[in-house]
């Protein structure tokens, strides 16, 4: 297995438009996670999946925002209408559930830059 | 509200010149302490977990130690390529996500 993926790595937009980003844990996790890292902070939680079912959402996740995880795998992250303080790197994490650290592994982020 | 503070900000070394990193956290219930370690672009890289007080647990020249309330990565003898920020997140009781510290920038300088 080769880890968390994230697609696409790298996403320029102007203000006003939709993007979506995508995300594939690893094979076997049932647990995906969201997170959001602006310069010079450390990742902050925006909400998390275990299998198909969403969980928690942060208050970070406003409106705009949307998420699913369809069949349980893959997951996608939908931002409506950007601003520009929605620039930030888009980090997605998966883990296993009952493994007994159940560490979340992360995957290579999405930077998101809004013009 | 979990609150995590890692100091300090920044640490500029020099190869070979050991050091220690601060967490000091907050939080009800702990579950868990990890370390991650993130490169410039990159996600973060699963390091460490704590769970309890006196724990400790190294990696090649990282060790981890916890107490109640702060955990500290000592880098023995580092190398440039130990250069990246370190980061600290707890877990607490019947939750899941992760709460962050800011982080440590560590350069290591040949």
């Known amino acids: 297995d080769t880890g968390v993926s994230q697609n696409p790595r790298h996403k320029i937009t102007k203000r006003g438009q939709n993007v979506t980003f995508r995300c594939d844990p690893i094979?076997?996790?049932?647990?995906l996670y969201w997170y959001r890292q602006t310069l010079g902070q450390g990742p902050e939680f925006l909400t998390y999946f275990q299998n198909e079912a969403q969980l928690e959402k942060s208050r970070l996740l406003s409106d705009r925002f949307s998420a699913e995880r369809p069949k349980g795998s893959f997951s996608t992250l939908e931002i409506q209408r950007t601003e520009q303080g929605d620039s930030a790197m888009y980090l997605c994490?998966?883990?296993?559930?009952?493994?007994?650290?159940?560490?979340?592994?992360f995957g290579p982020g999405t930077r998101l830059l809004v013009l | 509200e979990d609150q995590v503070t890692q100091s300090p900000e920044a640490l500029r070394l020099q190869e070979g010149e050991s050091s220690s990193l601060n967490c000091s956290y907050t939080?009800?219930?702990?579950?868990?302490l990890f370390w991650y370690r993130q490169d410039p672009g990159k996600g973060p890289e699963f390091l460490f977990t704590?769970?309890?007080a006196g724990e400790e647990k190294e990696k090649e020249r990282l060790k981890a130690t916890l107490t109640k309330k702060e955990s500290f990565l000592h880098i023995t003898a580092p190398k440039p390529e130990d250069s990246a920020t370190y980061l600290c997140?707890?877990?607490?009781?019947?939750?899941?996500?992760?709460?962050f510290g800011a982080g440590t920038t560590v350069t290591v300088r040949a």
């Open positions: 094979s076997e996790h049932n647990r």
């Open positions: 939080v009800s219930g702990l579950r868990g």
């Open positions: 994490a998966s883990s296993l559930q009952g493994e007994h650290e159940e560490t979340q592994y």
């Open positions: 997140a707890v877990r607490r009781d019947n939750d899941y996500k992760l709460s």
């Open positions: 704590l769970y309890s």
